[in-house]
Each structure stands twice: as C-alpha cells, then as structure tokens.
Nanobody, 126 residues
C-alpha cells in the first residue's frame, strides 16, 4: 500500500488560482504513475490529469487543458495540481490516485488506479 493525503483545497473566486498537493508515503514514490480525479455533487468521479513516473509526460482532460498543470517532485514524494483561471464547474472534491501497474499509456478510469487519497474540497464562487 501507499498512503496519499491531499491538501490545498479551499475557496477561490472565478478566475482565481489554487495549488493542490498530494503527499505520499509507504512505498517508492517514483514507482507509481499518478493522477488527479474530481467528483462534483451528483456526478461520478472523473479524470482530470495524469503524469508519468518521472514527470516527463502529462495528459489532461479537455475541460482543464491550458488551465491546470500537473507536476511531481519525487524527491519530496509530492504530487501537485496548479489550477488557474478557475471556473464554477471546477467545484468538486479532488482526489489524487496512484497506480503500480506497468503501462506505457495514461490511465483515465478509476478502476485502473490502486490507491486513493481522502480528497480535498475545491469551491469556486463568483
């Protein structure tokens, strides 16, 4: 198992910015591809962004492309999500996820990830 703990959520205005962090422990951090998902009220948990084991490749869902940036610092065992130009529809609980599966492509579904954080609330208001 690997333990994941999100932080950095809170309240932001439309057009504002937030930085989410996900601290990991328990295993070798660089062994895992990582991702951010989010779940808005009344909706299922959806993919947001993914990053490869050493940070060389990233992938984003269309709705956050050019606004969000996923990154990782393996020396600090930490995953980040920089969110800019926030919109009302970005309001959700944000989860970080890790997979130990060997893959050469990005995983974008919840069933493909093995470990999850507890989530951090992001609320965007006008």
């Amino acid at each position: 198992q690997v333990q994941l703990v999100e932080s950095g959520g809170g309240l932001a205005q439309t057009g504002g910015s937030l930085r989410l962090s996900c601290a990991a422990s328990g295993r070798t951090f660089s062994a895992y591809a990582l991702a951010w998902f989010r779940q808005a009220p009344g909706k299922e948990r959806d993919f947001v962004a993914a990053i490869s084991r050493f940070g060389g490749r990233t992938y984003y869902t269309d709705s956050v492309k050019d606004r969000f940036r996923i990154s990782r610092d393996n020396a600090k065992n930490t995953l980040y999500l920089e969110m800019d130009n926030l919109r009302l529809e970005d309001t959700a609980v944000y989860y970080c996820a890790a997979t130990g599966r060997d893959t050469t492509v990005f995983f974008t579904t919840i069933s493909q990830y093995d470990w999850w954080g507890q989530g951090t609330q992001v609320t965007v208001s006008s």
